[in-house]
């Protein structure tokens, strides 16, 4: 089974334990934790990776040896959990968290080898406003930053070690909650990241090294639910107003 096929198989599982848990911490609620209402909210989502890759040379010992464009990232399906907060029904921060496992590709001068493989965490924080629901859409917003980890990352063609910056970039986010009843809610969302990094390459006593504009849309779909932590541990009081 390929590594795609097994991200995909982790996604459905993913997404069926957290409706199934979701199930079960919904039936433990009172009544008044309704679709509007609740601080927090947290998704399970597939998710695409869809690099928009743009490398500059590739320099061997400092000397510019390939030209740019010689490398490419190609596009990934993960699974993603996001969590949100409320600060009032048109104000939150939202989480985006998952893991992924990346290629890079060469082109042109380097078409059909394969670089290099890593793991990156790109964690993504964004302040967004929810816009007034219309007919149980609620549309939103928003604007952050990600930062990239690459962690684990192997130099395959080439042999030798490879090393890839870490790295923040500015991200824009725009999306969609559909309410479905009792606290649930379907999403869709997309994110565009403009994030750039430099890596470098030790085989054979020579030294390759550039630049790469990773640039990814990050294109999500899954299952929410809104809740209070009150309503959870049972806490919740006649007095505390929901949101």
């Known amino acids: 089974m390929g590594l795609k096929a097994l991200m995909l198989g982790a996604a459905t599982m993913a997404t069926v334990a957290a409706a199934s848990l979701a199930t079960v911490i ?8 309704g679709d509007n209402t609740g601080n927090f909210m947290v998704r399970v989502l597939a998710t695409g990776v869809l690099p928009d890759t743009d490398a500059g040379a ?29 600060f009032n029904k048109n104000v939150a921060l939202e989480l ?13 001068a380097l078409a059909g080898t394969d670089v290099a493989s890593t793991w990156i965490f790109p964690p993504a924080l964004t302040l967004q406003y929810h ?8 549309p939103y917003v928003g604007a952050g930053v990600q930062y990239i980890a690459f962690f684990d990352t192997k130099s395959k063609a ?26 649930w809610y379907l999403n869709a969302d997309v994110k565009k990241t403009w994030l750039d990094t430099s ?45």
Not at 59 to 84: H, K, M, Q, R, Y
Not at 96 to 108: P, S, T
Not at 131 to 138: H, R, S, T
């Open 158 to 183: 080439l042999g030798g070690s490879m090393d890839i910056d870490n790295a923040w970039g500015f991200t824009l986010q725009a999306g969609v909650d559909v309410e479905i009843g009792q606290g």
């Open 131 to 138: 816009f007034d629901p219309v007919a149980g859409l609620k």
């Open 58 to 86: 590739i320099s061997v010992n400092g000397v510019p040896t390939f030209a740019s464009g010689s490398l490419d990232v190609p596009n990934e399906i993960i699974p993603a959990l996001t969590l949100s907060y409320f």
């Open 96 to 108: 985006f968290c998952c893991f992924a496992n990346l290629d890079v590709d060469g082109k042109g």
């Open 26 to 33: 919904a039936g433990a609620m009172p009544a008044e934790a």
């Open 199 to 243: 890596w470098q390459i030790n085989t054979g006593g020579n030294v390759l090294s550039g630049n790469i504009d990773v640039d990814p849309w990050i294109v999500s779909a899954g299952l929410g639910y809104r809740f209070n932590l009150e309503d959870i541990f049972g806490a919740r009081t006649a007095e505390v107003p929901l949101k």
